[in-house]
């Protein structure tokens, strides 16, 4: 395995934040979800495609705290620009689970891992 320094852990830049809106993907390659994620006033709402319709539904996800690297690049996948990278884990069967707070604890949108 690699290693990295902590300098360049830092730099990147993972936050939490709130979706707003989700909308279902069709013409991605991929079965995805369009998602606008709320990370306060700093960083505003940012969007974001993401293959998670395995255990989740565009309704399913307003209001769902999660997070994300919000310093990439964005990048165009297909008619759609994506601004940050949500962060998930694959479980068993390789489909992602999204990664965010522990449930009960009220994080502002925005809040940065530290």
């Given at each position: 395995?690699?290693?990295?320094?902590?300098?360049?852990?830092?730099?990147?830049?993972?936050?939490?934040?709130t979706v707003v809106d989700a909308q279902p993907f069709p013409e991605?390659?991929?079965?995805?979800?369009?998602?606008?994620?709320?990370?306060?006033?700093e960083i505003g709402v940012k969007k974001s495609s993401a293959q998670i319709t395995d255990h989740y539904t565009p309704e399913g996800l307003i209001g769902r705290k999660v997070m994300a690297v919000v310093n990439f690049p964005p990048r165009q996948i297909g008619p759609f620009m994506s601004e940050i990278l949500v962060l998930g884990f694959p479980d068993a069967d390789g489909a992602i689970v999204l990664a965010g707070p522990d449930k009960g604890f009220d994080l502002p949108d925005g809040a940065r891992l530290a």
């Open positions: 395995m690699d290693t990295i320094s902590f300098e360049q852990f830092m730099a990147v830049d993972i936050r939490c934040g991605a390659r991929k079965p995805a979800i369009k998602l606008w994620v709320d990370f306060g006033a």
